[in-house]
Structures are given as structure tokens and as C-alpha cells.
């Protein structure tokens, strides 16, 4: 790290003499329009290279949330970070300066900090996600963009853990040579780095960057391994040609490569694409051929993408010149490998490479309507002037609506695009006039500014206005209104009582008979009452109020609360139209009501590309992946036309998922029924399913550890909770499996399908014809004999799901011998036998903490009791677990606590703690002693 950091501080004449060169050659110098942002720096400074370093206190002038980092970090000027507290949800931006039509490449650095907790958030240019920021690790994210505006945002949105933070910003104009955006509609592409490579011999180490490159673009070098294994070359200096020239790559990366006689083959970064989906990368090579002597048609290559040939044929020399760049475009899932072999033929010499770059192709998400974007900040900004520090005003930034919408706004689609449509800033205590510019958002429905202290005269709002319902109650606004507001042709609601300064004595005659108005009266009283009398009246309802208030508050806190958490999960989806499902139900203790968007099929159409993307297929039908309009990614569940039984699961999961919200339970978006088709609409989860990664594809590219299987667990044994208590009648999963078993981005698990969900039955259902529904191999037997289903049928299967977790085997599998066919038949005597070592999936073996896998194990046996009576509860198992992953954590703590003193000893560290902890707690098969979870003695070892 301290190599890396020494090329800062390069021969100071080289440098001079190669600005003075750049100076020369460049009159107007490139750098002027560098935006160089050290977060929270006390001051401004210029480094080595001449590039002005700037604070970012004009952006955000708030200190408070500053962070010091006491580490040198390679790439990075900074030694200080700024964190975002962002409550609920939302997002904080960098507004940065830029010519629309120009291209740019924006450079975030998240240097990880100690002091802040674990955190994860996504990385937006506008409003498109070009990266996720996951702590522990330092993270530069990269993207190349087309400005469309005088401004662009750079954001950061908050995940679903910790608070965002960043270290510092870099923003680079591109200028007219950049051939980046070239071809793949510029406007509506963003390109997301993954690797840029400068191929040499590898032993300087040295990234090349600005003044070298004149867009400080940061080329690294190639990783030793690769850099030995080829012949590097060298160009001679003269070879700088014209066609060179205008490569807009310096020189100096292409004057070095690496070259092979017959195949060269250059291994890319790690993708990271775990969501078993295509992604399209941009990969642009640059050649320069260093030997003047080869001519046209004698060093001839193909090059190929994971062994596809790409590209037949390639010569650099073919047009005359001595350097030629390629561009593939590519579709993938995972795994990027680029192959340049030489024809086989008489051609004299092999492959030669000097430097490639590797993009990803993102779709540049629309943001809201520009109309109501500038009208929004100009209302910002207009209500900061007499409302600084405002928490709401304050928490406002970038896009109005996307991809999460501002406190207090609401937004819809409105003719293919983002419109606000309500604005709620009722209660926030503000001062001033109202900003005129509101009366400009055309698709505003709801306008609420009561319970403020806004002085001065009402907006006017033209005639053309959509307004349906407008609240100015309890202000201080003068009169009089004016007869247009009343004339409005969709007002149905026209609230301005209490307002005390408002003309008296004038009645306004309605011309439209079906408004619903106060007439301007203050709580019953008219509005022409002497205005103590106001006063006092407002005092004596507002105690009363009070009063009722705290009555009503003590009676209602369940509701209150389930309403709230139920509002506040929606809150990301306020778009498009909504319609209200009740569940008709005896119990009126919790309100069942949550908003379920309907979506029409001409959208679901265009968000899945018409059905272009296949990830999934059940018996219900067939899942497709789709975005809608806000970049929000989605799962869409279509119903087959040949599914008889698809009707009454679509029902279903409709009717259950409109009344039940758990962040551990997939919810539902929004629903189709157009045309017969029935589709339902989820977020899309992008990790997949936990059968998947434990022994499925994804499995084979990174190993599910341990704490991650334990906190999936964990997750999913609370959603389970949740439905088995759920409106104190219990709700049966009945498909409990790891292939049900999702996770979102941040590995959070989430239940799936409750297409063949029941309630529990109840005294006098005549329970009679339940068709036993479930997945072999995690089928509770006690269920499939008798057809009498409850809760513990779940946890039943719960137990076969955790027996997954630890060993990494699927619930049946016939290619094995006859005795490890049933997963749980298998485990019970490797347990009775205290065989858990052989248990344990192997590949982690080792890698977890010994009493916190056999607190699992117990948990898992006691699921799979044969008599339900015996099996815990799923609040049972949520306890069990958390223990587990309690007593986990705090070894990986421990062990990472060793691990940084450099230790290399985690293996015997694990084995000893292991059998210091043999002590503490004896494992219970065999004894009398009960099980922790339940009363009933093991059955004896079965003889072998
Ligand atoms: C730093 O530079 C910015 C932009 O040039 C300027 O607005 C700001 O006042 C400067 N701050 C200090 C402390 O000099
Ligand atoms: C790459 O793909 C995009 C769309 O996928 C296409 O518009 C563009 O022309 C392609 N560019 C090149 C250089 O092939
Ligand atoms: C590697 O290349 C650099 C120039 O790029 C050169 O100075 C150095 O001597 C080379 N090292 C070896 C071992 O060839
Ligand atoms: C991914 O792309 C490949 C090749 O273009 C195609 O065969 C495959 O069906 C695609 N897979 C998905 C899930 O779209
Ligand atoms: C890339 O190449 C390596 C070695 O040649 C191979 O092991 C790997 O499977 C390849 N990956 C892909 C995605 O083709």
C-alpha cells in the first residue's frame, strides 16, 4: 500500500516538464474542468498534479457527520468521509455542475471506516444504480455517462442496513474524443466500470493516470501471474503515427503489451453476477502494434468471449495504421474470459494486446418530468429561504420521486412518465408564502399545507389544474380567494378554516354544488367571529382534541402501529394507481388493508420486454424479470392459459399478500387481471434462491458461508412467525422449502409462495377435504397420514430446510445409496452417533463455531420430530437461532480480531475452542437429560 501510494510523489521536474508539454500542446488545459471533492476536508488544496481538491461543505454544510480515516488508501487523496443519517428511506445527492451533450466519467471512492456501522447502500448517476456499496471493504465505483442536463446528480440511496457515507468524488469531462457512449444510445446508456487494464510487464505496479491520461482515467496493471506468463513488449517511441495519435488512449498504456506466439489469454475481473441472469458488457481492446516491420496480414487473431469467436479475422495493421481499437459487445451471466489466439495459418506472429477496458451496459433510468423537477426545487429552495433547517426540506435531494419519492410527495405515472401527484407538508411547522410555483405541477391531485403558519394570499391555480382535494386550514393566509380556486373543474375537496387573517364577512358562492368545503369556518365556528374569540376557540378544540387524542391513541396503539409499519413498507411503491383489498374477516382487532398497485398489461408488457427474460417456472406458471418504470427490478408471475389450478393459487396469493407485510416474506407489488391473464408482481430478489445457493449453480461459484446460512435461517424462521401468528389465527405456509426461500440483494431472506397457503383450521371448519399439499422430501408425515394440518407441518419442513443449511444436501436425492436417500433419515443416527462432523457440509468445514452448529443441528431434529406435539414452535426456533447466531458472531468477532494481528492460525484457533466448548455443553443424545427444546427423551440409536 505504501508502493501505491509513492506515485504520488513522482519526480517533481517530470511532472512540471510534462505539464508545461500538456500546457503547450493543450492551450486550454483539460484539468480546468476536473471536480475533485474531498468529503469534509477542512480546506482546499491542490495536489502534486496540480489538481484543485475542493470540500464539499457548499454541497453539504453540515460537519457534524465528518469522519476521519487514519489509513493511506490507494487511489485516494482524501482523509476524511462524510456519513448520511438518512432516516426511513431516502437518498442524499452530490448536485454536480455538467454541459448537457457532454460525457463524463464520475469516480465515487467509500473508503470503509471503522467508526461507522456496517452499512449497505447503492450507488445512483441520476436516477440509475451504478453500483452497491457493501462494508467491510473499500470501494471505488466508476461510470461513464451522458449529461442531459446543466447539473446531474450523484446519489447515494440508502440500503437496507447502516447509513451511506463517501470519501470522495471525482468528476471528469471526457471531451469530444471520447468513443465511449459511441454506438450504444448515448442517452439512453450508462457504463459501469468494471476493469481497466494497462498490460506491461508488471513489475513497476504503478497505475497510470492523469497527467498521463488527460481524462484521469486510472489504468492498473495486470496481476503478476498473467504478466509472467507472457512476453512483454515494449514500442519504440517513434511509432507514435497519427492513427496512434487520435486513440485517445496515452501513450504511455499503449506503448507497452503482451504478446504471445500463439494465444493470450487475459483474465477479467470478477463480475460478481450471482442473480443468474445476462448482463451486457462493453469490452473495448486497444492495440498498437510496437514492431513497424509486421504489415498488413501478418500477425492475424481472433478473439474470443468465453470461447465464442467474437471477433474473426482482426489485423491491426488492416487499415494502415499502427493502432486499432475494438469494441465487442457481449451478453453474459457470469465469468468474463477473453482469448486472443492466432489463426492457424502462415501468419508470422501471435496475439498481442496493450490494454482493454470492461463495461457494463446499464439502461439510463428516466427520471421524473423535468416540469415538475425544476418546480420542485424552486419550491425547495423558496421554502428554505424562510425554513432553514427544515428536517423535510433538509432530507430533499436529487430526483423528486425516483427511485424512493421525498418525504411529504407522492408521485404516479402520468402518460408514460413520473409526475407528482400529491404534496403532503401538513404539520411541518413552516413559515413564509406559499411558493407560487406549486400551482405548476400540472398532475398535482392533493395539495395539503394545513396546520403551518404559511402567510401572504393563496396560489392561484389555472384552470387547467387537476387539483381534486386542497387543505389550507389552520394558517395564517390572507384573502380573498380568489373564484377561480372554486371553479376548479375537479376540486372535490376545498379545506381554509382557521386561517384568522382572512377577510371576513365575504361568502363565496359555489358554483360547483358537489365541493365539500368548510366555507372557511374554524372548527364549527364561523369565520366572522371576533378573532379572540377564534383564539380560544382554537385552544379549547385543541386541548379537547388532545384529550380525545390520547384516548383514542391508548385504545388504537396496535392498530396505529400495524398501520404504520404496513404504510411504511409501502413506501417505495406509491406509483401508479392503487386499490385497496380488504380481507373480509371476523377479527377487527388489525386493520387488513394494505394498497396493492394494479398494473395494466400493456405495462407489464413493456416492463418484462414483452416476456423476454425467463427466471423461473412453478406450477402457477411461468416468472419473468421486468423493470418498471422507476428502475425498481421485478419478478412477474404469469398464470399459464393451460393451469387449471392456477385460478384459485392466484387468488390466493393475492387475497394473503394483500393483507400481510414482513420484511421477511416476499411482498406483493401489484397485480394484472386483464384479458384472463393473472399476473402478480414482486420485487425481484436478486440472490436468488437458497436451494440455489447451497447446492445449486451458484453454489458452484461462491460457497454459502456459515454466519450467512445461520442469519437466512434466522430470517426465514421469522417470516415464518409472523404468518403462524399472524391475526391470531395461524397461517400455513404448507410449501415450506429452500427453493421458496429467496434473498434480496443484501442476502436478506424472504419467504415465497403462498399460492398453497391455509389458514389453520378451527373448531367446527369441517376440515374434511384439505387435499394435502407439500413438496416430497419435506412432507410432514404425521400431515400426509392423518390430513389434520397445523403450524407444525411447517416446522416440519423448517427442520428439513436447516438440515440443508448444515449439511449442504438436498431433502432427497436417489443417485445416492439407499441409506442417505431421505436427508432426514440420514441425519438422525449421524446425530444419535454424535457424528456431526460428518454431518456438516464439507465445505465449511471448519468455518464455523462449534456450539453454535449444534444448537442448529438440535433445533433441526427436534423440527423433524415425528409427532408434532414434540416439535418446537417456529417463536421457538427464531429464539434457538438467534442464540446460534449470537454466540457465531461474537467468534467471528473474535476471530477476525485475531486474524488482524496476522495471525494464520484459524484453524487450530477453531479446533481448540472446539473442544473446550465439548465441556461446557455436552451434546444431549443419549442422555436423559431433555432436549432444550423438547420435553421428550431422544429415541435410542436404531442398531446399524
Ligand atoms: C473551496 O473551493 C470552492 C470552489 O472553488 C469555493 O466555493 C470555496 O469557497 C473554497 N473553500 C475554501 C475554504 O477556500
Ligand atoms: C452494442 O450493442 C448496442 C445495443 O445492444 C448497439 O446499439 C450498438 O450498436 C452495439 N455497438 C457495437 C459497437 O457493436
Ligand atoms: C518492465 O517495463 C518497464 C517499462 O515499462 C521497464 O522499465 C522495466 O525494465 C521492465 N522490467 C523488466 C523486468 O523487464
Ligand atoms: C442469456 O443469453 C444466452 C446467449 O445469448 C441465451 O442463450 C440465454 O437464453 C440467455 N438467458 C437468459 C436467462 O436470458
Ligand atoms: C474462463 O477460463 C478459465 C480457464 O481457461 C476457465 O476455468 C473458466 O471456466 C472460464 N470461464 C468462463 C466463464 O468461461
Request: aromatic share 10%.
Amino acid at each position: 500500500m505504501m508502493e501505491r501510494l509513492s506515485c504520488w510523489v513522482p519526480g517533481v521536474v517530470v511532472d512540471c516538464l510534462v505539464l508545461c508539454l500538456l500546457l503547450l500542446v493543450q492551450s486550454a488545459s483539460a484539468q480546468r474542468d476536473f471536480l475533485s471533492i474531498n468529503c469534509c476536508a477542512n480546506s482546499n488544496t491542490t495536489d502534486e498534479n496540480s489538481i484543485h481538491w475542493i470540500t464539499d461543505f457548499s454541497w453539504f454544510p453540515d460537519p457534524t457527520n465528518c469522519h476521519q480515516i487514519n489509513r493511506p488508501v490507494e487511489h485516494h487523496r482524501s482523509y476524511s468521509a462524510r456519513g448520511f443519517p438518512i432516516s426511513d428511506s431516502g437518498k442524499q445527492c452530490y448536485n454536480l455542475p455538467t454541459f448537457p451533450g457532454e460525457d463524463y466519467l464520475v469516480r465515487g471512492s467509500f473508503v470503509h471506516l471503522d467508526s461507522l456501522s456496517p452499512s449497505s447502500f447503492d450507488v445512483l448517476i441520476g436516477v440509475t444504480k451504478i453500483g452497491s456499496v457493501e462494508l467491510p471493504n473499500d470501494v471505488v465505483v466508476e461510470g461513464v455517462f451522458r449529461a442531459d442536463r446543466e447539473y446531474t446528480n450523484f446519489c447515494l440511496l440508502k440500503g437496507d442496513e447502516g447509513d451511506p457515507y463517501i470519501s470522495q468524488l471525482e468528476l471528469r469531462p471526457l471531451g469530444d474524443g471520447s468513443q465511449y457512449l459511441d454506438g450504444y444510445g448515448s442517452d439512453d446508456t450508462v457504463l459501469k466500470l468494471i476493469s481497466r487494464v494497462n498490460l506491461d510487464n508488471g513489475t513497476s505496479g504503478l497505475d497510470i493516470r492523469y497527467p498521463d491520461d488527460q481524462d484521469d482515467r486510472i489504468w492498473t496493471p495486470p496481476d503478476p501471474a498473467t504478466a509472467a506468463s507472457y512476453k512483454a513488449v515494449s514500442a519504440p517511441s517513434d511509432i507514435l503515427n497519427p492513427t496512434a495519435a487520435a486513440a485517445d488512449v496515452p501513450f504511455k498504456v499503449l506503448q507497452t503489451a503482451l504478446q504471445d506466439p500463439e494465444k493470450l489469454v487475459l483474465p477479467t475481473a470478477n463480475l460478481n453476477n450471482f442473480d443468474n441472469l445476462n448482463h451486457s458488457y462493453a469490452i473495448f481492446l486497444h492495440f498498437l502494434e510496437p514492431d513497424s516491420s509486421v504489415g498488413a496480414g501478418q500477425r492475424v487473431f481472433d478473439v474470443l468471449v468465453n470461447g465464442k469467436n467474437e471477433k474473426a479475422g482482426f489485423d491491426i495493421r488492416a487499415g494502415g495504421g499502427s493502432y486499432r481499437r475494438l469494441v465487442l459487445n457481449v451478453t453474459v451471466r457470469w465469468g468474463l474470459n477473453l482469448t486472443l489466439v492466432k489463426v492457424p495459418n502462415a501468419f508470422r506472429f501471435g496475439p498481442i494486446c496493450s490494454a482493454y477496458e470492461i463495461f457494463e451496459v446499464l439502461p439510463k433510468i428516466e427520471g421524473t418530468r423535468k416540469e415538475d423537477v425544476d418546480v420542485m426545487l424552486t419550491v425547495r429552495k423558496e421554502l428554505l429561504l424562510e425554513n432553514n433547517g427544515s428536517e423535510v426540506l433538509e432530507s430533499w435531494s436529487g430526483d423528486p420521486c425516483l427511485p424512493v419519492p421525498w418525504k411529504a410527495i407522492t408521485c404516479s405515472l402520468v402518460n408514460g412518465s413520473t409526475a407528482v401527484t400529491k404534496l403532503d407538508l401538513s404539520s411541518k411547522n413552516l413559515h413564509g408564502s406559499i411558493p407560487l410555483s406549486i400551482s405548476e405541477l400540472i398532475f398535482l391531485n392533493e395539495l395539503n399545507l394545513s396546520y403551518n403558519r404559511f402567510t401572504g394570499s393563496i396560489t392561484p391555480f389555472p384552470p387547467s389544474s387537476v387539483l381534486i382535494s386542497l387543505d389550507l386550514r389552520q394558517n395564517d393566509l390572507t384573502g380573498p380567494l380568489s373564484e377561480l380556486l372554486f371553479s376548479l373543474p375537479h376540486l372535490k375537496t376545498f379545506y381554509f378554516g382557521c386561517n384568522p387573517h382572512m377577510s371576513s364577512g365575504v361568502t363565496y358562492s359555489f358554483k360547483n354544488t358537489k365541493l365539500k368545503t368548510d366555507n372557511g369556518k374554524c372548527d364549527g365556528q364561523t369565520s366572522s367571529r371576533p378573532k379572540n374569540g377564534i383564539v380560544i376557540g382554537v385552544v379549547a378544540c385543541g386541548s379537547f382534541i388532545i384529550t380525545m387524542a390520547m384516548g383514542i391513541f391508548v385504545v388504537c396503539f396496535y392498530k396505529q402501529k400495524f398501520v404504520r409499519r404496513a404504510h411504511d413498507d409501502l413506501k417505495g411503491y406509491p406509483l401508479a394507481k392503487s386499490a385497496v383489498f380488504a380481507i373480509p374477516s371476523t377479527d377487527d382487532f388489525v386493520v387488513k388493508s394494505i394498497s396493492i398497485q394494479t398494473f395494466s398489461l400493456e405495462y407489464i408488457e413493456a416492463s418484462t420486454q414483452k416476456y423476454k427474460t425467463l427466471i423461473g417456472e412453478g406450477g402457477f406458471g411461468s416468472v419473468y424479470r421486468g423493470t418498471l418504470t422507476d428502475g425498481q427490478e421485478v419478478a412477474v408471475k404469469v398464470r399459464s392459459a393451460t393451469s387449471t389450478q392456477g385460478t384459485r393459487e392466484f387468488e390466493n396469493e393475492l387475497n394473503l399478500l394483500s393483507a400481510i407485510r414482513h420484511e421477511n416474506l416476499v411482498p406483493l407489488l401489484g397485480y394484472c387481471c386483464e384479458n384472463d391473464q393473472q399476473i402478480l408482481v414482486y420485487p425481484f430478489m436478486s440472490n436468488g434462491s437458497l436451494q440455489d445457493r447451497l447446492y445449486g449453480e451458484a453454489s458452484k461459484r461462491k460457497i454459502l458461508d456459515w454466519p450467512t446460512r445461520l442469519s437466512i435461517a434466522l430470517g426465514a424462521a421469522r417470516g415464518l412467525t409472523y404468518l403462524h401468528t399472524f391475526s391470531g389465527r395461524s397461517l400455513i405456509h404448507r410449501d415450506v422449502k429452500s427453493s421458496n426461500i429467496l434473498l434480496d440483494h443484501s442476502m436478506c431472506a424472504k419467504v415465497a409462495d403462498f399460492g398453497f397457503s391455509k389458514y389453520a383450521p378451527q373448531e367446527g371448519d369441517s376440515g374434511a377435504s384439505l387435499e394435502v399439499r407439500g413438496t416430497a422430501g419435506y412432507l410432514d408425515p404425521e400431515y400426509y397420514s392423518t390430513q389434520h394440518l397445523s403450524a407444525k407441518s411447517d416446522v416440519f419442513s423448517f427442520g428439513v430446510v436447516l438440515l440443508e443449511i448444515i449439511s449442504g444436501r438436498e431433502p432427497l436425492n436417489i443417485n445416492r445409496p439407499r441409506n442417505e436417500w431421505s436427508l432426514v433419515e440420514w441425519a438422525k443416527p449421524l446425530y444419535r452417533e454424535q457424528k456431526i462432523d460428518e454431518m456438516v457440509d464439507p465445505n465449511i468445514k471448519g468455518m464455523f463455531h462449534v456450539e453454535a452448529m449444534w444448537r442448529v443441528v438440535e433445533v433441526a431434529l427436534a423440527c423433524i420430530e415425528p409427532f408434532s406435539a414434540y416439535r418446537p414452535t417456529m417463536s421457538d426456533i427464531v429464539r434457538e437461532l438467534e442464540d446460534a447466531l449470537i454466540i457465531e458472531n461474537n467468534a467471528s468477532e473474535y476471530m477476525k480480531s485475531i486474524d488482524s494481528f496476522g495471525g494464520s492460525s484459524r484453524f487450530s484457533i477453531i479446533i481448540e475452542r472446539k473442544n473446550s466448548i465439548r465441556h461446557v455443553l455436552p451434546p444431549p443424545p443419549l442422555s436423559t437429560e431433555p432436549s432444550p427444546l423438547s420435553s421428550q427423551p431422544l429415541t435410542p440409536p436404531a442398531p446399524r
